[in-house]
């Protein structure tokens, strides 16, 4: 009997484990969908995808911004600069990763884009926080990849 009851323990548990495994993977997936749907968005000049997916109190860095802005109606009159203007000809989203903890998700990447002949890559961290809306993004920060320089010549 004992037995019996530490087996199904260890199988209720395990299912649980499996359970919350595959949340997460279904809530990765939902996040990078969101993110593509977001990057589609700016391919063509339009940010509304990208402020679909933000919170009213988002918290946003990037690099042509001296400081950081706060809240939506800050982040959308930014956004708005660019509307109408393809940000890239093409995107990558390189090794995305999505963390969940709870009601919280981080995603990083590295986004590869090219302008033309020019090619450049940002580094992103994006945090969402699950709401009764569903998930939005909290905090956006964005930061140029610098060229590595070539090593100073041996001496």
């Known amino acids: 009997m004992k037995?019996?009851?530490?087996?199904?323990?260890?199988v209720a548990a395990l299912c649980g484990i499996l359970a919350y495994a595959d949340s997460g993977a279904n809530i990765a997936r939902e996040i990078l969908a969101m993110e593509r749907q977001a990057m589609e968005g700016w391919l063509q000049g339009n940010p509304d995808p990208a402020l679909a997916i933000l919170d009213p109190e988002v918290t946003y860095f990037h690099v042509p911004l001296e400081k950081r802005l706060d809240g939506l109606p800050?982040?959308?009159a930014f956004f708005e600069l660019y509307r109408g203007k393809p940000l890239f000809d093409k995107y990558e989203m390189l090794e995305p990763k999505v963390q969940v903890s709870g009601d919280v998700a981080i995603l990083t990447y590295q986004l590869a884009i090219q302008n033309g002949s020019v090619a450049s890559r940002w580094n992103s961290?994006?945090?969402?926080?699950?709401?009764?809306?569903?998930?939005?993004?909290?905090?956006?920060?964005?930061?140029?990849?610098?060229?590595?320089?070539?090593?100073?010549?041996?001496?």
């Open 3 to 10: 037995k019996t009851i530490l087996i199904c323990t260890v």
């Open 74 to 76: 800050a982040v959308r």
């Open 125 to 155: 961290t994006e945090v969402y926080k699950h709401k009764k809306e569903g998930w939005r993004v909290i905090h956006a920060h964005w930061s140029r990849v610098s060229t590595p320089q070539p090593a100073p010549p041996r001496q």
